[in-house]
């Protein structure tokens, strides 16, 4: 894993790496509205996050997620707020964007294993 200074430069990096579907958080899914895809968490798994602090406000949190289906055969980015902004669904979705994540993992460090 990669160590970034700022959210710009991980996602321009994921994107010379392939990751180029722009991909969003609806609800209970991840859409890549471009290509009219709409998966659930089996769907895709996540290859790489990095997480961000605000600048003014360290509980002003994203996290850069490299997300790849095999599926829809697509490598995409997802950015997502986390700490004050985040979205606390109880889902699938989220379950699976916070699964290994630590409050110390910031930029990408090494997690913890399993």
Do not use: C, W
Not at 38 to 45: C, H, K, W
Not at 51 to 62: C, I, L, V
């Amino acid at each position: 894993m990669k160590n970034y200074e700022t959210l710009v430069d991980a996602t321009n990096d994921l994107m010379k790496r392939g990751y180029e579907a722009n991909l969003s958080l609806e609800g209970d899914t991840v859409q890549d509205k471009s290509r009219d895809i709409i998966m659930t968490a089996d769907d895709f798994e996540i290859d790489e996050f990095y997480r961000f602090e605000g600048a003014s406000n360290p509980a002003d949190t994203s996290i850069v997620y490299a997300v790849t289906s095999r599926k829809y055969n697509l490598k995409g980015i997802l950015v997502n707020a986390y700490g004050t902004y985040a979205n606390n669904s109880s889902s699938a979705i989220a379950a699976k964007l916070h699964h290994h994540q630590v409050s110390h993992n910031l930029h990408g460090e090494d997690r913890p294993t399993a």
